[in-house]
C-alpha cells in the first residue's frame, strides 16, 4: 500500500509538471500532504516529515537566492560582456558553435563533480550569449545538461560515490572500466550539442524571414512585426529583461571588470575548496560586489530588487521540493518503492539485470535520487543478482551510465534540477520534455561502448 502511494504520488506530481498543470510549488508540495494523509499520518507527524525535509533543502535554496543575485548583479557591472564577446567572436553568428561550446565548457565545469557549481558557472556565463542571438533557452539548459550528466559519473562524484559505499568496490574501481565509455559519451554529447545548433540556426532563420514577411504584409495597414520566438516555447528573455539592454549601460562598471573577475574566481574557489559552506559563500561575495560596484542604500536595493523575482520563484519552488523529498522519505515510501522496484523484476530476467538497469537508468532518475537508488534499489537489485552470478560492481556500473549522471539533470529528486532550472528561467515540464531523450540516446550509446569493453555483462552466464 505504502509503496504504491509513493509511486502514484511520484507519478501524479511528475504529470502535473510535464503538462503545465499547476505551479510546480503546488505539485511538489500539495500532492506529498495529500498522500500522507491518505497514509493515516496525521497533520502532526506531516509536517515533521515536511519539517525535516525543508531543512535538508534550506541551505540549497539560500545558496541559490545568494547566488543568483550574485551573478546578476555582476552581469550588471558587465563582468560577462568580454566574455560574450569573445565567445560570439570565435563562433560568429553559429548557434552549432555556441552549443558545442555551452557543452564543451559545462563538462569542463563538472570536474569537481558538482551539479551546483557546473550550473552556477555555466549558466549565467551562456545565458546572455543566448539572449543576444535569440537562442532558446531549454536549448542552453538541454547543452548543460548533457555536459555535466556525462561527466557526473567521476570517481569523486555522488552517484559513484554512493555506489562504492553500498558495494564495497573503490570507486576508482567502478569509474576506471567505464572511462572508454564516458570518452564516447563526452563526444557524443558534444556531437548532439552541433547538431541541435544547427537546428537552432534553422529555427531562428525561419522566425527571421517570418518576420520580414508579416513586417512587409502590414506595412500598408500601419501594423507592427510579428514575433520571432519558439513556437514551441515563450521566447526568450530580451537584452533589456536580462540586465543587458541598452538602458542599462548605466550599470555598467568597465573600471571596475578586473576586480570583478578577481571576486568571481575567489568565490569559486572557495566553492571548490569548501571553506564554508556555499551559501555563506555566495552571501560574502554578493555584499562585496554591491559594495563595490553599486555603493549606497538605493543603489544597492535596485540590484537586489531587480534579481529578487526569478530567486524567490525558484527558492519557494526548491522549498517544496524539500517537503517532497521530506514526506517520501520519513513516511517510509521510499523504501517500500525501492523494494517493490526489485522484486519486481522476474526471475526469467534476472540474468539480464545490468542490461536492465543500464536501459532505465536515465527515466529511472525522474523516480529515485541518488540516495534512495543506490541506498535502498541497488542492495536489494545486488542480492537478487548474487543468485545468477553477477557481482555487485557489474550492476553498479550499469546503473552508472545513467542513474543520476546522465539522468541527473532531468530529477526533480535533487536540488541541483531546480538550480539548473530556476538560473535558466525555463519551465521545468518542457525542460524535462526537451533534455531527455537526448540523455536517454546518449546514455545508451554509452552503455553499447560498456557492453562492447566489457565494462558491463550483458547477459549472466
Not at 25 to 43: D, E, H, K, R, Y
Request: glycine share 14%; aromatic share 6%; hydrophobic share 55%.
Amino acid at each position: 500500500m505504502v509503496s504504491l502511494l509513493g509511486f502514484l504520488t511520484v507519478g501524479v506530481i511528475l504529470t502535473l509538471l510535464l503538462t503545465n498543470r499547476v505551479a510546480a510549488v503546488v505539485a511538489l508540495a500539495g500532492v506529498p500532504i495529500v498522500a500522507a494523509l491518505v497514509a493515516g499520518f496525521g497533520p502532526t507527524e506531516i509536517g515533521e516529515f515536511a519539517s525535516g525535509g525543508i531543512a535538508d533543502v534550506a541551505g540549497t535554496a539560500a545558496m541559490f537566492v545568494f547566488a543568483i543575485a550574485f551573478f546578476g548583479v555582476l552581469r550588471d557591472a558587465g563582468m560577462f560582456d568580454p566574455v560574450i564577446r569573445r565567445i560570439v567572436g570565435m563562433a560568429g553568428d553559429s548557434p552549432a558553435t555556441v552549443c558545442a561550446a555551452t557543452t564543451a565548457l559545462a563538462c569542463a565545469a563538472h570536474l569537481d563533480g558538482a551539479g551546483a557549481t557546473t550550473f552556477l558557472i555555466t549558466i549565467p556565463a551562456m545565458l546572455p550569449i543566448f539572449d543576444r542571438l535569440g537562442m532558446s533557452r531549454l536549448l542552453l539548459t538541454t547543452c548543460v545538461g548533457l555536459g555535466a550528466g556525462v561527466m557526473n559519473l567521476l570517481p569523486w562524484g555522488g552517484p559513484t560515490a554512493r555506489a562504492a559505499s553500498t558495494t564495497g568496490v573503490p570507486a576508482n574501481e567502478l569509474w576506471v572500466p567505464l572511462i572508454p565509455a564516458q570518452a564516447v559519451g563526452i563526444v557524443t554529447a558534444l556531437v548532439i550539442a552541433w547538431l541541435l545548433g544547427k537546428r537552432e540556426s534553422r529555427r531562428i532563420a525561419a522566425g527571421a524571414e517570418q518576420e520580414v514577411g508579416v513586417s512587409a504584409g502590414s506595412t500598408g495597414a500601419g501594423g507592427g512585426t510579428g514575433g520571432t520566438g519558439d513556437a514551441a516555447e515563450p521566447a526568450p528573455a530580451t537584452a533589456t529583461e536580462s540586465g543587458t539592454g541598452a538602458d542599462e549601460e548605466h550599470l555598467r562598471r568597465p573600471r571596475l571588470f578586473w576586480f570583478n573577475v578577481v571576486l568571481t574566481v575567489a568565490v569559486i574557489g572557495a566553492l571548490v575548496a569548501a571553506v564554508a559552506p556555499p551559501e555563506a559563500v555566495f552571501l560574502a561575495g554578493l555584499v562585496v560586489a554591491l559594495i563595490v560596484n553599486y555603493p549606497g542604500l538605493k543603489r544597492q536595493t535596485e540590484r537586489i530588487e531587480a534579481h529578487a523575482k526569478g530567486a524567490m520563484l525558484m527558492a519557494t519552488t526548491l522549498l517544496a521540493a524539500g517537503v517532497f523529498l521530506g514526506i517520501l522519505e520519513s513516511s517510509g515510501m521510499i523504501e517500500a518503492m525501492a523494494v517493490t522496484a526489485a522484486e519486481a523484476i522476474p526471475a526469467g530476467a534476472a540474468p539480464a539485470l545490468p542490461l536492465i538497469i543500464g536501459v532505465l537508468g536515465v527515466p529511472l532518475s525522474l523516480v529515485f535520487g541518488p540516495d534512495a537508488f543506490y541506498f535502498g534499489v541497488l542492495p536489494v537489485l545486488t542480492g537478487i543478482g548474487d543468485q545468477f552470478g553477477i557481482s555487485g560492481a557489474d550492476l553498479a556500473q550499469a546503473a552508472l551510465i545513467g542513474e543520476e549522471t546522465l539522468g541527473f539533470p532531468i530529477s526533480p529528486m535533487t536540488g541541483a534540477f531546480f538550480l539548473l532550472v530556476g538560473l535558466a528561467g525555463v519551465d521545468i515540464g518542457k525542460h524535462i520534455r526537451r533534455l531527455i531523450g537526448w540523455a536517454w540516446l546518449t546514455s545508451l550509446v554509452m552503455l553499447a561502448v560498456a557492453f562492447a569493453t566489457g565494462a558491463v555483462p550483458v547477459w549472466a552466464a
